[in-house]
């Protein structure tokens, strides 16, 4: 399963990870960035999801059935 995370860092700025856990423990992280203003961080978040979206297949396959 993953997951985004969000936290301050040291500097003050919000950085976003994209973390992976089986059975309960975090096995693997992947920082995306850290940002200062609410647009870079919208930004971080919608770079995240792609991560996480990346493996998923769609339910439908809409190019499949254009002609």
Same mark, same amino acid.
């Given at each position: 399963?993953?997951? @985004?995370?969000?936290?301050?860092?040291? !500097?003050?700025?919000?950085?976003?990870?994209?973390?992976?856990?089986?059975?309960?423990?975090?096995?693997?992280?992947?920082?995306?960035? !850290?940002?200062?203003?609410?647009?870079?961080?919208?930004?971080?978040?919608?770079?995240?999801?792609? @991560?996480?979206?990346?493996?998923?297949?769609?339910?439908?396959?809409?190019?499949?059935? !254009?002609?």
């Amino acid at each position: 399963m993953a997951y @985004i995370r969000k936290f301050t860092t040291g !500097s003050g700025a919000t950085g976003v990870q994209v973390c992976y856990k089986e059975h309960g423990k975090v096995v693997k992280t992947v920082h995306v960035g !850290s940002a200062t203003t609410e647009k870079g961080i919208k930004k971080l978040l919608r770079e995240a999801q792609g @991560i996480i979206d990346e493996g998923k297949n769609t339910l439908f396959n809409i190019d499949r059935f !254009s002609d």
